[in-house]
């Protein structure tokens, strides 16, 4: 370009210069096709899996949504220890961490001068603790990156629903952009209204999603303190929710949304796994999953940790799909992550290394069918650098790539990536395998379509000495920059494992009436826990509840216990009710509220234990 732009005098000169060009740096580059993603955003997607911590009033309070009203005083870990998070964090082979630094009940781990709920008026570290500097430098110490969660709902403040809470939640914000240091990344929950303690009123209050939080001076006012922040939220503008809260992406998956259409609490999530292939602005995936059922600690979910197994599954269902894992530790009541936690992490972390340990191509030169010319060539897919990419002339937007191996050997896994800097391109590919001088397709369900950032491929073992990847189609010419095979041994985890929520019950007759599900047993039992199951659709999820039992379905009316199915909507796990044991042969559950307005109640399964 420079060349061409100083030699405008004659034509010969011109194309001498050209051609010039051409010999000595190669080709010319693809143009770039938008949605693009920033500098940022690129150095974000290098970071793959990171860790989230949930800690605070719920913790000791056997909650996931406090309503804003439990003491300060009950924040009281007795082994509180930052590093100790770090390490394992590490350990898990992950490279940062997010913390809930206030969540939806309002109280704040940090030293802020806008209110009194805070770790201040708590007896850790009589009053002088922040967690969010205890963290920081524990994350320095350890090489981790630090990001932060502060979620606009707050059910405390008596401020919440006016304006002047809005003013209340930027200056929040403005103390934890200038206060701690560089922040990989800011997480804006799905901002719910809904009922709360409200300074004392306990009442209910609807904002609107939309406008109440003025949204855009939001971004803009962390980006100011902080640019290289990535904003999650349901709609970027950094990073996007997955749409669900069990880490994982679709098969398909764009980093790309409609961003105007797009907002926290947008009422189209089911779209957001795959993302939106006609999209405008490049805000990929982020997988949000908790180590346990719940976000908050709670022991009687010891017994329901995620299996190392399946938190591999977890990995290659997001890091695999285009897009980042953000696993969640639920602190406990120590103030520390639970050695069940720990050992499943580091062990699944161990499974994984194993996996993807020995990369079959390294030495491999590829041929394709199509190149763009010098620079561009099939020996950057295995060259390990990522700046360096294969890609064919314009408008070519299929091309098959082979690659030679020098043996025969087994394969079982194997990892693509695109060079996107330049846009996320590809549609559709295959994969194949030599096999007596035949090409055979490699099943692998359906995951061959899109690519982006990563693509990692899980099938049941080859035994081959090439393997033929055909690009089928692309919205440009492709550009990738990395390809790699494995051997992933004997691994039970070559497909998706479903996490199985298993509870026991005693036989009963179910009935439903408008509001309310009638278990019947078979006679008077004790029972000292109730499951409520929701449906998979999503549809007439209870999220207000009382409990009743009795003799009868008439008389079944002594109240056992009433509440919360908090966040219900976007992790919809069993819920379980523990009480002391009561004997009875009827139990109701009464719906006091769906989540949408007037539906009736249902209900996958329901016990009694
Ligand atoms: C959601 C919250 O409602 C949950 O409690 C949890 O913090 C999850 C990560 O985000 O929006």
Redesign the pocket.
Known sequence: MNLMRKTKKTLSLLLLATALTACQQGAKAPEAIGPLPSEYQLTWHDMETYA?I?FGLNTFADK??GYGDTPAEVFNPSHLDCEQWAQTIKAAGMTGVIL?AK??DGFCLWQTDLTEYSIRNSPYKQGKGDLVAELRAACDKYGLKFGL?L?P?DRNTALYGTPDYVDYYHKQIEELTTRYGDLFEF?L??A?GGDGYYGGARETRQIDRRTYYNFPEVFAHILRNQPQAIIFSDGGPGCRWVGN?RGFASATNWAFLRQEEVYPGYDRSETLPVGHPDGTAWIPAEC?V?VRPG??YHETEDDRVKSPEQLVDLYYRSVGRNGNLIL?FPIDKTGRIHPIDSTNVVEARRILDKELALNLLAQVKPTASATRGKGFEADALTDGNPATYWSTPDGVTSATLTFTLPKVQQVSRLLLQEYIALGQRVQEFTVEYAKDGQWIPIDCGEETTTIGHKRILRFPTVETDALRITILQSRACPCLSNVEAFYAGESPVNGPTENREEFRSYPFELTQQADRFILELDQPRQIRAFYYQPPTDGQGLITHYELYAGDTPQTATQLIKKGEF??IV??PITQILRFAPVKAKVWILKAVKTAKEGEAPKSQKLGLQ
């Open positions: 989230f949930h996931e949504w809930t969540h939806h969660y979620s709902w997480w929950d799905g719910n809260e949000d908790s976000w908050f969640n908090s966040n976007n992790n």
